[in-house]
């Protein structure tokens, strides 16, 4: 199915690392081969957001060739004196072509009169020509990211004639109870395949399997924490603030 809101954009770093958050404790960290579904929505989160609507990744193309660094990192030793050596493996120059797509948030009915396709389609395209309204992480904190448009499936990527890979089972993403309207915390698991170098994503009601992690209340936007609520609260009258 082809959306009309589909944005496309070029994300790119000298380091990434996806790791597994479901695993990840502490320690050593090593980075997944491809990003996940999870860490491309919070790249586009980054860029323009809004609890209106949900970003669907639909679609990523790997670019450059998958290759590992590995560095020595002191971590911060909380609650302890000094800190450990720990061993971080990145995913070295690191860029990905991205395509994907928004849908309405309806469990949020107080946001309704926000539902303006077209000025957070030109919105979401205006942040991504500028390089986003946040910083950009490539899956961790250290990883500075870059995000700029494209064209889908334009360019030479380096695994075009590669053929078909397989990344085993891999973490999807998270559901959140804002998004689901349930009240708990659930992570998606599934096993991307990567065909000459782009890896189609299930949307997340495709993921079949999943783990409760914990119990979560949605989080409540108001205009006490949300600065665009004053644009919808008068009823017929919208004043674009957040744009």
């Known amino acids: 199915m082809e959306y009309k809101n589909i944005v496309e954009f070029k994300v790119s770093g000298r380091y990434a690392l996806f790791s597994d958050p479901i695993n990840r404790i502490g320690g050593e960290k090593f980075s997944y081969q491809v990003?996940?579904?999870q860490a491309l929505k919070g790249i586009l989160e980054s860029v323009y957001w809004k609890p209106t609507l949900?970003?669907?990744?639909?679609?990523?193309?790997?670019?450059?060739?998958?290759?590992t660094q590995s560095q020595g990192i002191r971590p911060i030793n909380f609650g302890k004196e000094g800190n450990t050596l720990s061993i971080y493996t990145y995913l070295a120059n690191a860029e990905y072509q991205v395509k994907a797509h928004f849908e309405w948030n309806y469990n949020r009915p107080n946001l309704e009169q926000d539902r303006n396709e077209n000025k957070h389609y030109i919105i979401a395209k205006r942040m991504i020509k500028c390089g986003g309204r946040r910083d950009i992480f490539l899956g961790t904190r250290e990883c500075q990211g870059y995000?700029?448009?494209?064209?889908?499936g334009e360019g030479e990527g380096a695994y075009d004639n590669y053929g078909s890979l397989s990344f085993g089972l891999m973490f999807h993403g998270f559901d959140y109870p804002d998004e689901t309207g349930k009240d708990k915390l659930t992570a998606r698991l599934w096993t991307p395949v990567m065909?000459?170098?782009?890896?189609?994503f299930l949307k997340p009601e495709e993921c079949t399997i999943k783990r409760e992690l914990s119990s979560m209340k949605p989080k409540v936007f108001d205009e006490t924490n949300f600065s665009g609520y004053a644009e919808f609260e008068k009823e017929g009258e919208i004043i674009e603030l957040d744009t």
Do not use: A, Q, S
């Open 147 to 152: 995000v700029e448009p494209c064209k889908f």
């Open 195 to 200: 065909d000459n170098g782009y890896i189609k």
């Open 54 to 67: 949900i970003w669907i990744i639909d679609e990523v193309r790997v670019m450059n060739l998958i290759k």
């Open 35 to 37: 990003p996940t579904y």
